[in-house]
């Protein structure tokens, strides 16, 4: 087997639920190149019992293997479309190994356990690549959170930066980022939510018509509601999540709708407006918390956050991170070179190289594992054989 230059596919959906992210990626020794990003959405009914299992967890065992066959169909779909539409990229070159991480539908990080469903079969079955997926279970394995697992590639893609100290964000459904460091320094965390309590609230009170603020407009245009925010923050279980100290994890398990829920009914009709600025202050306050904490407090190097993911189009969460660390310089992956939305499918697809090849992608410093651990299950495809001679 080869080292360096393959070409990889990575799958993803992330906790927002919104779709499959394909990223086709050609992998080199120490440099990546993105040759093609493609998103494919969920059909509505397909996401709306996603969902309904992240939420309500209490199913019925054949309802739950249809789920996990049917996501693993997806996934397989959005990598034939993918394959097809970046075959002129191609010319003829091979694809090597597909990366799916499938759909989280349960971390339980005290417990050391994680699911993520969408059989990896089907993927391997359909493309006649062979697939890589499971990523977190090895992890948990060996005492783990299962999560975050980008850190490591964080630093593959921005070790030449690391001299200054940069953080590389992303504001998915949870919000995390890693640190990178001189002297090889490397930790990461969850700091709570990012986009998935307003989401939640926005979908709950437009009767699911409305999926997210767009770009924070009505957030920004409503009053925190004090005693809302405080209820939040002191919650027992949320300050908890709040003093635990690096490596941590969280999910929908915490911050979910029912947290929102359970928030409203103790404080009477809020307007939405008011909701959505309360909800934004209180994902800020998580993050700021966070950095203060892990960076500042222990005084070391911060020149640059780098962000990514969909709360990039949260220009009023921005702003807001941007009033409490006005001395850092705040960017986008876009500044970069690289795809904001791209970014954790393009992850998987090195990683399941690298779990083919043998390394490890977390670590003490990211997950709590208690060593070095290479991730990801083997689904052989056609190529197999072809792959391992």
């Known amino acids: 087997m080869k080292k360096f230059p393959v070409i990889a596919l990575g799958l993803m959906s992330g906790t927002s639920v919104d779709g499959i992210d394909a990223s086709l990626v050609k992998l080199g020794e120490k440099e990546d ?214 490596p941590k994890s969280s999910g929908r398990e915490l911050f979910s709708a029912n947290l929102v829920a359970d928030a409203l009914n103790s404080h009477g009709n809020i307007r939405d407006e008011n909701l959505l600025r309360t909800l934004t202050e209180f994902s800020v306050e998580l993050i700021a918390e966070c950095y203060r904490s892990e960076i500042l407090a222990k005084k070391l190097p911060l020149d640059e956050v780098i962000f990514a993911g969909g709360g990039t189009g949260n220009a009023f969460l921005l702003s807001l991170l941007r009033d409490r660390f006005p001395q850092v310089r705040f960017s986008q992956m876009e500044d970069h070179g690289w795809n904001s939305q791209a970014l954790e499918s393009q992850a998987f697809a090195a990683y399941a190289w690298l779990a083919l090849l043998g390394k490890p992608i977390t670590f003490p410093s990211t997950t709590g594992t208690r060593r070095p651990a290479i991730c990801g299950k083997i689904s052989p495809g056609a190529n197999w054989a072809k792959l391992t001679s």
């Open 33 to 246: 190149e993105l040759l093609l990003h493609l998103q494919t959405p969920f059909e509505p009914e397909l996401r709306t019992r996603i969902l309904s299992l992240i939420h309500n967890p209490e199913t019925r065992l054949p309802d739950f293997m249809r789920l996990h066959y049917e996501i693993g169909d997806a996934f397989a779909l959005a990598a034939e479309l993918a394959l097809k539409a970046a075959k002129s990229k191609l010319k003829g070159k091979p694809v090597s190994v597909i990366g799916s991480h499938g759909q989280a539908v349960f971390h339980d990080p005290a417990g050391h356990r994680t699911l993520q469903i969408g059989e990896a079969s089907l993927i391997a079955a359909r493309t006649g690549l062979t697939t890589i997926s499971d990523f977190r279970t090895a992890d948990t394995a060996m005492g783990g959170e299962g999560a975050p697992l980008l850190p490591y590639y964080h630093r593959r893609l921005f070790a030449r930066k690391a001299s200054k100290g940069i953080a590389v964000h992303n504001l998915g459904g949870i919000s995390n980022f890693t640190y990178v460091g001189p002297k090889g320094a490397l930790f990461a965390l969850d700091t709570g939510p990012a986009n998935c309590l307003l989401d939640a609230a926005i979908q709950q009170r437009s009767g699911g018509k409305t999926r997210f603020d767009e770009g924070g407009q009505r957030a920004r245009a409503g009053k925190v509601v004090q005693k809302l925010l405080e209820f939040l923050l002191e919650r027992p279980d949320v300050r908890a999540f709040r003093m635990k100290l690096a």
